[in-house]
């Protein structure tokens, strides 16, 4: 393996490894919980935040990314899940207090303890810790966060379907055909 690939892949391991375990089941019951599931981060996190609607999708439940144009309101007794390293996201900011404006659970994925989204977030799931993320040569500006929250959030999926017991078949019913 090349060296640049251990070092990523060392790196993930490390912070899911300090990463708590009962988080996949604090998610997964927000989630069945809700009604509907919004998510929504910026930039690379945003990134994160397609990847893990679309598996929600899959796996039959009403998720939507935060900004699309077939994005429905938020009411009470749904879901946010934002998605933010830094936790000082300004648009997510906005967008976590107007859910909780209207009622609606606000979850935040972050890379830190405390932040302004952290105090307005009903659950706050770190992942990793505080020193987590010190710079490392190679890993530049939130990799290791986006690549940690991503393969955590797949891992919560693989759940789901376990728990639930979802056949792959009924989760290729939901996949896109018009491609």
Request: no cysteine; glycine share 8%.
């Amino acid at each position: 393996m090349s060296p640049h690939r251990k070092l990523v892949l060392d790196k993930i391991t490390e912070i899911l490894s300090v990463t708590p375990d009962e988080y996949e089941d604090r998610l997964t019951a927000m989630v069945d919980a809700a009604e509907q599931v919004f998510v929504g981060g910026m930039g690379r996190s945003g990134l994160v935040t397609k990847f893990f609607v679309m598996r929600l999708m899959h796996a039959g439940y009403k998720a939507f990314v935060l900004g699309e144009t077939v994005t429905p309101a938020i009411r009470k007794g749904d879901l946010f899940i934002v998605i933010s390293g830094s936790g000082e996201t300004g648009s997510m900011i906005t967008n976590a207090k107007k859910a909780k404006e209207v009622g609606a659970k606000v979850v935040l994925l972050t890379a830190k303890s405390s932040s302004t989204l952290a105090e307005i977030a009903d659950e706050v799931l770190q992942i990793g810790t505080d020193d987590s993320y010190a710079k490392v040569k190679g890993l530049p500006m939130g990799t290791m966060f986006e690549l940690s929250t991503l393969i955590f959030l797949e891992a919560m999926v693989s759940h789901i379907i376990h728990e639930k017991g979802i056949p792959e078949e009924k989760m290729r019913e939901r996949h896109a055909n018009l491609e």
